[in-house]
């Protein structure tokens, strides 16, 4: 069975960094996409950022310049550097990858708090 384990989150102060991290396990085959979700309380979820085994990546508008998205392919592993963090960046972050048949997989998340 396919599994995405988060690590990572915390809190930080604005103006901080966080790294996290997401890695697959179950699975030895490529993802088509890997990416990262965000959901702060009484919001909808929102992409934060993709990237595809091409390396093309697709980034939120909020979050350009100040978040970079990374993978391993051969390690099915992705991770999301967080800069110039800011309280509104305050959410539940999720790992998700999709399979090129498809299939969509995401993790349990991790918490993200940026205190002002």
């Known amino acids: 069975q396919v599994q995405l384990v988060e690590s990572g989150g915390g809190l930080v102060q604005a103006g901080g960094s966080l790294r996290l991290s997401c890695a697959a396990s179950g699975t030895t085959a490529n993802f088509y996409s890997m990416g990262w979700y965000r959901q702060a309380p009484g919001k909808q979820r929102e992409l934060v950022a993709s990237i595809a085994t091409s390396g093309n990546t697709n980034y939120a508008d909020s979050v350009k310049g100040r978040f970079t998205i990374s993978r391993t392919n051969a390690k099915n592993t992705v991770s999301l550097q967080m800069n110039s963090l800011k309280p509104e960046d305050t959410a539940v972050y999720y790992c998700?990858?999709?399979?090129?048949?498809?299939?969509?997989?995401r993790g349990q998340g991790t918490q993200v708090t940026v205190s002002s």
């Open positions: 998700n990858a999709i399979f090129w048949s498809g299939s969509e997989y």
